[in-house]
């Protein structure tokens, strides 16, 4: 009897190690087709403006064929030369970051819309010559927030690397000064970002 009891514990033991190991590889093909990984690409970025020139790192985050959320954290050196209708110079920089959307046309490539919010932490040193008798400088720390939309097209090179030239539109509105006031106005800058795909 304990020989009989034997055998059908061993037995179904084996059974049921089997049917899991059947069972197993379709469950996880199952779980694996409903869980969808977002694409993450990781790059760099540079725009040049009249004014100055960004470079930075970005993340791009493609929730689907034809959305992406990307991310940036960046370096802006600027030169305003004469643009400015408050100073004779105002040159400087800082760092700054921003959050974007872009819409493709095409499936993660081709034409797309998009836009963009940048929140830069400045310091330009101004001078101001309008009286020779009086000439001042100084310098102002500003937090710029700086929203921009832009146009452009991406390119994919051997499905793992990205190109996307850009055209972009905004505004620079200085929303803290600590100084004497500095130039603010619309801002068009010109770009490219390149990117690799990771997953």
């Keep these: 009897m304990k020989l009989l009891k034997t055998i059908f514990l061993l037995t179904f033991c084996v059974s049921t190690a089997i049917a899991q190991n ?3 590889p379709f469950s996880s093909v199952t779980i694996a087709q409903k869980i969808k990984i977002p694409r993450l690409n ?3 970025e ?4 009249p004014a100055g020139l960004i470079y930075g790192a970005r993340a791009d985050l493609y929730l689907g064929k034809n959305t992406n959320w990307n991310f940036r954290i960046a370096y802006n050196d600027i030169d305003r ?3 400015s209708t408050l100073n004779d110079t105002e040159v400087g920089g800082g760092f700054g970051a921003s959050l974007g959307y ?3 046309f095409g499936k993660r490539k081709g034409l797309f819309l998009g836009g963009r919010a940048d929140v830069w932490n400045l310091t330009i040193d101004w001078t101001d010559a309008s009286n020779p008798l009086t000439m001042q400088s100084g310098s102002t ?3 710029v927030f700086q929203p921009t939309f832009e146009v452009g097209y991406q390119f994919v090179v051997k499905k793992h690397w990205t190109i996307a030239p850009a055209f972009t539109n ?3 509105l200085n929303v803290i000064t600590k100084g004497d006031a ?6 068009m800058l010109i770009g490219v970002n390149v990117g690799y795909k990771l997953f």
């Design 46 to 49: 540079i725009q040049w403006y």
């Design 22 to 24: 059947e069972i197993t």
């Design 102 to 104: 872009r819409y493709y």
């Design 141 to 143: 720390d500003i937090t």
């Design 81 to 83: 030369r004469d643009f």
């Design 182 to 187: 500095v130039m603010s106005s619309f801002i």
């Design 170 to 172: 905004g505004y620079e």
């Design 42 to 44: 990781l790059g760099a």
